[in-house]
């Protein structure tokens, strides 16, 4: 899932071709090999990111599969952008894929909601595009992004609430919006089965 020191002209194959193992093992090299350069302890990589130090060990030895919020924080720790951690050194095809079950890509699953990351993580913070499932009942509750980052939500199926600062609007199955995401915001599923929606959020540079 990493990739080695910039610089270096390492042949791999494209990262849409790894395996989950793999992807795993380049991970977990990449933050050790940052780690021990920079001649942090895993104490002291720990305060700078926020992830246990368990966590971390874990990571390094292969032996845990950390959610893209972790790999963030990991990546922010050392100052470096999240692509140059997550993904393979050089890539011999322009086509990058995103496979169906692949659960690298599985950003949120829970009693509320499933959200599953469609645009390649190198793009964070730039512009990322979610499939997100809403169980009945079920909400996706932000707080305020940064300043002037906008939202574009479209939904497939389902019957949507959705909040925007003190604004409000329902949306229903082919309809879209597009909102402010630098105050609260909410999407709420309004139906009575499950909800199917696709958001792409667009951070100003």
Request: charged fraction near 25%; include cysteine; proline fraction near 5%.
């Given at each position: 899932?990493?990739?080695?020191?910039?610089?270096?002209?390492?042949?791999?194959?494209?990262?849409?071709?790894?395996?989950?193992?793999?992807?795993?093992?380049?991970?977990?090299?990449?933050?050790?090999?940052?780690?021990?350069?920079?001649?942090?302890?895993?104490?002291?990589?720990?305060?700078?990111?926020?992830?246990?130090?368990?966590?971390?060990?874990?990571?390094?030895?292969?032996?845990?599969?950390?959610?893209?919020?972790?790999?963030?924080?990991?990546?922010?720790?050392?100052?470096?952008?999240?692509?140059?951690?997550?993904?393979?050194?050089?890539?011999?095809?322009?086509?990058?894929?995103?496979?169906?079950?692949?659960?690298?890509?599985?950003?949120?699953?829970?009693?509320?909601?499933?959200?599953?990351?469609?645009?390649?993580?190198?793009?964070?913070?730039?512009?990322?595009?979610y499939e997100v499932q809403l169980h009945a009942n079920g909400k996706l509750q932000s707080?305020?992004?940064?300043?002037?980052?906008?939202?574009?939500?479209?939904?497939?199926?389902?019957?949507?609430?959705?909040?925007?600062?003190?604004?409000?609007?329902?949306?229903?199955?082919?309809?879209?919006a597009s909102y402010r995401v630098d105050v609260p915001h909410t999407i709420r599923n309004?139906?009575?089965?499950?909800?199917?929606?696709?958001?792409?959020?667009?951070?100003?540079?």
């Amino acid at each position: 899932m990493a990739a080695p020191s910039p610089g270096k002209q390492t042949a791999s194959k494209p990262t849409a071709e790894l395996s989950p193992d793999e992807i795993s093992g380049q991970l977990s090299q990449r933050v050790r090999t940052l780690r021990k350069e920079r001649g942090w302890s895993l104490d002291s990589l720990s305060a700078a990111c926020g992830v246990s130090r368990s966590m971390l060990s874990q990571i390094e030895r292969g032996e845990a599969n950390p959610t893209l919020a972790v790999t963030v924080r990991i990546s922010q720790a050392f100052g470096i952008a999240l692509g140059e951690l997550v993904e393979a050194p050089i890539s011999t095809s322009s086509i990058e894929v995103i496979r169906a079950d692949d659960r690298t890509f599985h950003y949120r699953s829970d009693d509320e909601c499933r959200i599953r990351t469609l645009s390649p993580l190198h793009l964070e913070k730039d512009v990322e595009f979610y499939e997100v499932q809403l169980h009945a009942n079920g909400k996706l509750q932000s707080a305020p992004h940064f300043k002037g980052t906008r939202e574009f939500l479209t939904v497939e199926k389902g019957k949507i609430e959705l909040q925007s600062g003190d604004d409000t609007t329902v949306l229903g199955p082919g309809d879209s919006a597009s909102y402010r995401v630098d105050v609260p915001h909410t999407i709420r599923n309004a139906g009575r089965g499950e909800a199917m929606l696709f958001l792409v959020v667009i951070y100003q540079n």
